[in-house]
């Protein structure tokens, strides 16, 4: 309020224990994400050493399970720290821009003349999310999904990457018949799995074919979401997904993936971290491949709309919005994207400017992705309820092992999306 | 399951021996045959109960990918204590044991002595309104724990004590209190009240009366709802999320939590390493308090 | 004797402080979040004043009726199981086994004392039956059955999140029931004897009867626990498949906090505490009956 500090000292809920004297810049993050953290540690050091002197940057984080409610109360009391990660569900996060709790940077971005150091998959994306033309949150991450292969696998059955829909399942039945297990995929999570619900959506119906959902023109039990559904459960019914997918959680998944016992990998490009560990990684980084999701015959989308996501971007709050804190947001955007890909090989979506030499191919790959899609989709549940999400999501589960059907699935989702 | 109709078993059948006519050898082994369903019933019990403890320990040891890979049953390949120094180092595990130390002990000292003395008054005291007073503290049994979460944030926000552990503290002595002055109401119920009236007649005061006469008597009591207490606060995992937003003022069990990445891995080593930690912490405070209660008991059989 | 046992100050003294802090953690913030049933909204997004509204709702609401019905048959189910089962080792403890009990008591009590987390993830393992074959299908597929998937159905999930929590809390019922039991006096038992009692008669018509308000508190004890569990499911099930195995107090924090419903959080709350208030009355009615019967 007087300008002469990172945030107010009044209640500083998300500095925590830090009885927080002005000169502060307060960030409260998720425990389990410890890379955007560490890339801001490593810019007050650094690059942003004069914001730092100018309000200390004092970080914080607690579990992501409890993420959403603690958001919620502390938002309540006014007392959001001055940045830090976003909403986990895209819903709440349009509550606090509702109730005007978040900051507009589209604006400030614009003065600074910097608001192209984010490109601008990454601003749609989190446009797109939020339901506004104004950017409320940072890119600290940018991801691309889709398949991951096993080269070895899929070359000793005589399969090339496919590319429409039809092909996929096709391949699935080969490797089935072969003895191997075509999709990994945790059914624990759900999401793994309606992803690939919404994904075959978008290909068939069109990329807005979520959007209509959200504004009431269409409805998924309709028959041709319906479809997409059932292209999926019945996957599951044919066992595709293995046995009891659903106690499958997301470190299994990945292991039988990597561990040569099952040829397809739905994923996001986060999982290249996994891929690059020749620890967890016994087929080699070289054997994993990457196409992006096939085609529906005759659909109105094209594997060339990339799914893509934020993962959880970051927010600064409209009550710790002042001079210092902005400083903070200019140096931030101008030397993340750097920083965090050359320390931790994490693809954001800021503008890269010097990329580093020694990326591995993985990396590359997902670099090259994001460079050369004309366009991105969100997934399944983005624009849904947290209510809707949370009903799609448990049962995702039941999908894969094919105890629930398309149209029950449809039909719980879009009723849960309604309330 | 089964072990219903085995425990009785053998109850029933001693009974219907004729000592009489068997000679005593003879009865002895009937004896040993008699009991023998009964031991196998509790040796099978042991089993269920302490394997996965073993379990959870021998987990302790194991690497991530021994964990997903190996079966249930595969021992560790190496007793390397990595994920002990992963679990606090990195984990930090440490500080919230000395955190949920700091927080709990204190909140149970304060339960059992308000809540015994709130019991006291409510059973052996006599006036008017005790019952609904008895009643309130029951109805707080009744109520979820999630109803309160809004509310105290807010009080806790307002006054200034978020950041610090006394949210917990107070929550915690809060949430005890209604089980804890039922259950001692419950235990004052079980003394005859003639111990009471024999004491008043010879001129003692109400608090030397709850101090030299209630309170010896209840001590098994005592030393059994604090274990209650004590499992209860040591395991609470939603009051400690709700309140502590900071890493430095976690408590264990939400501190296990650490352990858990981004879109849902999980790095079960470490997991397993502050597991088994806790529940050393919690046996050893166990065997101490069980003393207690051994203590109490021949004490309580030599009086009587 | 009444003027040592009615001292007002002595009253104020030993009641008032746990009264003071119990009604400011608990009553103040219950009637406080009861206030808000009659509100619609959130936090954030401000609270419009509907009446009954969200008690309507909360009867029209397929998946809180479920969570309802969940929640009540998990709660009998689970409270006659591990109060019987305490209650029969507890009679162990006390008539058969009294030499090796302390140790016996320490190790079947032992599990309770373990963290959610762990139970929870060992209990996964346990019930594993793909990608590697955890014990019990294991179990299964020596005797000739085929590996169940015990997490991928809601009946199948319903009785292991039933096995873990009886596998948890049956020593600790033991315990608290045990203490109850050691607390009669032997020359009760020893006249009972001598008049030919034995066995289960001496358990029935002497031993029951005598541990009635202990066995009565756990009862209650039980019920409330069951009717609110939250913990275990959390960490073994999160609720699913589906929404098969939330119980209300899941749906009434994901309401609240998830999906940023407050008003009807707190409907979903008072219901649930509705229930136990009726199923604890319930208790006391028909265990008084047993009294003046016997």
Redesign the interface.
């Known amino acids: 309020m007087t300008g002469c500090g990172g945030s107010s000292s009044e209640g500083d809920g998300g500095g925590g224990g830090s009885t927080a004297e002005a000169g502060t810049f307060t960030y409260l993050g998720q425990n389990e994400n410890t890379t955007i953290v560490d890339t801001l540690e490593t810019l007050a050091g650094d690059q942003c050493s004069t914001e730092n002197e100018a309000a200390k940057f004092t970080p914080d984080a607690i579990p992501g399970a409890t993420w959403d409610q603690q958001l919620q109360l502390l938002a309540g009391q006014e007392g959001l720290s001055d940045f830090g990660m976003a909403a986990g569900t895209p819903s709440l996060m349009k509550q606090f821009i509702e109730s005007g709790q978040v900051q507009d940077i589209s604006t400030e971005l614009e003065e600074m003349g910097i608001e192209d150091k984010i490109l601008p998959a990454a601003a749609s994306t989190i446009q797109a999310l939020h339901g506004t033309d104004k950017l409320y949150a940072l890119p600290t991450e940018f991801n691309i999904e889709g398949f991951w292969y096993n080269k070895q696998l899929l070359e000793d059955n005589g399969i090339t990457p496919p590319e429409t829909w039809d092909e996929l399942v096709d391949a699935a039945a080969k490797l089935q018949a072969a003895g191997i297990q075509p999709f990994s995929a945790s059914g624990e999570q759900g999401w793994p799995v309606t992803r690939l619900v919404g994904n075959y959506l978008m290909r068939d119906l069109g990329p807005d074919a979520l959007q209509k959902v959200a504004e009431g023109e269409a409805k998924l039990t309709d028959p041709e979401y319906v479809k997409a559904a059932d292209e999926v459960a019945a996957l599951g019914q044919a066992g595709y997904f293995g046995d009891a997918p659903t106690s499958i959680d997301y470190d299994t998944s990945l292991n039988l993936f990597m561990t040569g016992k099952a040829a397809f990998l739905y994923m996001g490009s986060w999982a290249t971290t996994a891929f690059n560990d020749e620890a967890q990684n016994k087929i080699g980084v070289d054997n994993v491949g990457f196409f992006s999701f096939p085609d529906v015959d005759g659909g109105k989308g094209s594997s060339d709309q990339v799914p893509a996501n934020v993962g959880i971007p970051t927010m600064f709050s409209s009550k710790g919005f002042d001079d210092s804190t902005k400083a903070w947001m200019e140096c931030i955007v101008n030397n993340y994207g750097d920083t965090v890909l050359k320390d931790s090989g994490v693809v954001s979506g800021f503008k890269v400017e010097n990329p580093p030499a020694d990326l591995p191919e993985t990396t590359k790959l997902v670099q090259e992705q994001i460079a050369n899609a004309p366009s991105s989709v969100l997934w399944f549940e983005a624009l849904m309820t947290s209510q809707a999400t949370t009903v799609s999501q448990s049962n995702g589960g039941g999908l894969a092992n094919g105890s629930v059907s398309g149209e029950q699935f449809m039909k719980l989702v879009q009723d849960a999306n309604q309330g | 399951m089964s072990t219903a109709q085995s425990t009785t078993a053998p109850l029933t059948r001693k009974s219907s021996l004729t000592p009489a006519r068997d000679s005593r050898r003879a009865r002895r082994i009937k004896r040993i045959l008699s009991r023998l369903p009964l031991d196998i019933v509790i040796v099978l019990l042991l089993i269920a109960v302490i394997y996965p403890i073993i379990w959870l320990v021998l987990s302790s040891f194991k690497s991530q990918s021994e964990f997903l890979n190996a079966p249930f049953w595969s021992l560790p390949s190496s007793w390397s204590p990595t994920n002990y120094t992963m679990a606090f180092v990195d984990g930090g595990l440490g500080r919230f044991i000395l955190n949920s130390v700091i927080v709990v002990f204190p909140s149970l000292a304060v339960i059992l002595v308000l809540g015994t003395a709130a019991g006291f008054v409510l059973e052996v005291m006599v006036w008017k309104g005790r019952a609904a007073v008895l009643l309130t503290f029951l109805a707080g049994v009744m109520v979820p724990a999630q109803m309160i979460l809004l509310p105290l944030f807010t009080i806790y926000f307002r006054l200034h004590l978020t950041g610090t552990l006394w949210p917990l503290f107070f929550t915690y002595i809060g949430i005890g209190m209604p089980l804890t002055v039922f259950m001692m109401a419950t235990f004052f119920r079980a003394i005859p009240r003639e111990l009471f009236e024999a004491a008043t007649i010879d001129g003692a005061s109400i608090f030397r009366l709850f101090w030299q006469v209630g309170l010896p008597l209840v001590r098994n009591a005592l030393f059994t709802i604090g274990l209650v207490q004590f499992f209860f606060l040591w395991n609470d995992l939603l009051i400690s999320l709700t309140f502590t937003n900071s890493q430095g003022l976690r408590t264990i069990q939400a501190g296990l939590l650490n352990f858990t990445g981004q879109y849902g891995a999980v790095q079960y080593g470490p997991t397993f390493a502050g597991i088994a930690v806790s529940v050393l912490g919690t046996l050893i405070i166990y065997l101490f308090l069980n003393q207690q209660i051994m203590k109490g008991l021949t004490a309580g059989s030599v009086k009587g | 004797?009444?003027k040592?046992?009615?001292?007002?100050r002595?009253?104020f003294l030993?009641?008032g402080?746990?009264?003071l802090?119990?009604s400011?953690?608990?009553?103040?913030?219950?009637f406080?979040?009861m206030g808000y049933t009659a509100f619609d909204g959130?936090?954030?997004?401000?609270f419009t004043f509907v009446g009954f509204g969200n008690f309507l709702k909360f009867f029209n609401?397929?998946?809180a009726l479920n969570a309802t019905w969940f929640t009540l048959r998990y709660a009998l189910i689970l409270t006659v199981l591990q109060v019987?089962?305490g209650y029969?080792l507890a009679?162990?403890y006390t008539?058969?086994?009294k030499h090796a009990s302390?140790f016996?008591?320490?190790?079947?009590?032992?599990?309770?004392?373990?963290?959610?987390?762990?139970v929870g993830?060992?209990f996964?393992?346990?019930?594993?039956?793909?990608?590697?074959?955890?014990?019990v299908n294991?179990l299964l597929n020596f005797l000739g059955f085929p590996?169940v998937?015990?997490?991928?159905?809601p009946e199948q999930s319903f009785w292991v999140i039933i096995l873990l929590d009886l596998?948890r809390s049956m020593?600790?019922y033991a315990?608290?029931l045990y203490?109850?039991l050691?607390?009669i006096?032997?020359e009760l038992l020893e006249s009972a004897r001598i008049d030919g009692a034995?066995?289960?008669r001496l358990?029935r018509s002497i031993v029951v009867p005598l541990s009635l308000?202990?066995l009565?508190?756990s009862l209650?004890?039980s019920i409330?626990g069951t009717l609110?569990v939250?913990?275990t499911i959390v960490a073994l099930t999160?609720?699913?498949?589906?929404?098969s195995t939330t119980p209300?107090?899941l749906y009434?924090?994901?309401?609240?906090?998830?999906?940023?419903e407050?008003g009807y959080?707190?409907t979903i709350?008072?219901v649930?505490?509705i229930l136990?208030?009726l199923v604890?009355i319930l208790i006391f009615r028909s265990t008084r009956r047993d009294l003046t019967k016997g």
């Open positions: 004797m009444n040592v046992l009615g001292d007002r002595a009253i030993l009641l402080p746990a009264l802090v119990y400011l953690v608990m009553l103040v913030p219950i406080w979040s959130g936090i954030l997004t401000g609401d397929p998946t019987g089962f029969l009679l162990l008539f058969r086994i302390s016996i008591r320490t190790i079947i009590f032992f599990p309770v004392v373990l963290p959610t987390v762990g993830l060992l996964q393992k346990l019930f594993e039956a793909a990608p590697t074959t955890g014990p294991g590996s998937d015990w997490f991928g159905y596998w020593g600790f315990i608290l203490a109850g050691v607390d006096p032997e034995s066995g289960w358990v308000p202990v009565l508190s209650i004890f409330n609110k939250f913990d999160n609720g699913g498949p589906g929404n209300l107090t009434m924090f994901q309401t609240s906090f998830a999906y940023g407050y959080g707190s709350a008072t649930l505490t136990c208030l604890t």
